[in-house]
């Protein structure tokens, strides 16, 4: 088994990734999935980004990215103070399926 030292945490390629400590409070979360899981933390929700073109430091353009998790706690306060956005989209199950146009790309 390989291990990693990478930011002071030792990790091997083939275990599971432990859940991240809330971001905000630093809460450590425990995993909703038992140890067989990656960064599924319970009471918690997982963010993940690719990049944003306004980032001074995180913008890759290579499929890399980044995740966080924030606490329950934090993301329920945070959004009483209006810092979290929310848009419904249809899933994709309820987008019917009809006969590609490669004329229109769509
Ligand atoms: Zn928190």
Known sequence: ??????????HSDTAAFPPLPCI?????????????????????TVFHSYGHYG????DPMDGSFIELNVC???LKERASL???AFKK???SHSVPYKYWDPETDD
Do not use: H, W
Request: charged share 25%.
């Open 1 to 10: 088994m390989a291990l990693k030292k990478e930011m002071g945490v030792i």
């Open 24 to 44: 905000c409070c630093g809460k450590e979360l425990e995993s909703a999935m038992g140890d067989g899981a990656n960064n599924q933390p319970y009471a918690g």
């Open 55 to 58: 980032s001074t430091i995180f």
């Open 72 to 74: 329950d706690d934090c």
């Open 82 to 84: 209006r810092r979290v």
């Open 89 to 91: 989209v249809p899933r």
